[in-house]
């Protein structure tokens, strides 16, 4: 079985700054990517941020210059700087982790999802 722990969600006023984390664990041989979604009431989940296994980096147009996101292959565990918040931004935040678990083979994940609300 693989388990994502995510934290860092909060409430910030607009313009501050949050960091989220996310740790895999488990029967992992190897993780492909890892990323961020979001989904904001009403609204389909949607991709905020995404990074592969080479470092390679996808960001939505809304959060571009304003979110990084990074890993950390030793821990297995993915990051989302959000800095220069914006209400807009207001959303639940799911981790994804792709890549492959013992005996059982590739998976797709998600984390638990944790709150980021922005005030204005």
């Known amino acids: 079985q693989v388990q994502l722990v995510e934290s860092g969600g909060g409430l910030v006023q607009a313009g501050g700054s949050l960091r989220l984390s996310c740790a895999a664990s488990?029967?992992?041989?190897?993780?492909?990517?890892m990323g961020w979604y979001r989904q904001a009431p009403g609204k389909q989940r949607e991709l905020v941020a995404d990074?592969?296994?080479?470092?390679?980096?996808q960001y939505a147009d809304s959060v571009k210059g304003r979110f990084t996101i990074s890993r950390d292959n030793a821990k297995n565990t993915v990051y989302l700087q959000m800095n220069s918040l914006k209400p807009e931004d207001t959303a639940v935040y799911y981790c994804?982790?792709?890549?492959?678990?013992?005996?059982?083979?590739?998976?797709?994940?998600w984390g638990q999802g944790t709150q980021v609300t922005v005030s204005s």
């Open positions: 994804n982790v792709r890549g492959t678990r013992r005996y059982y083979g590739t998976f797709d994940y």
């Open positions: 488990g029967s992992i041989i190897s993780i492909n990517g």
């Open positions: 990074i592969t296994s080479s470092g390679s980096t």
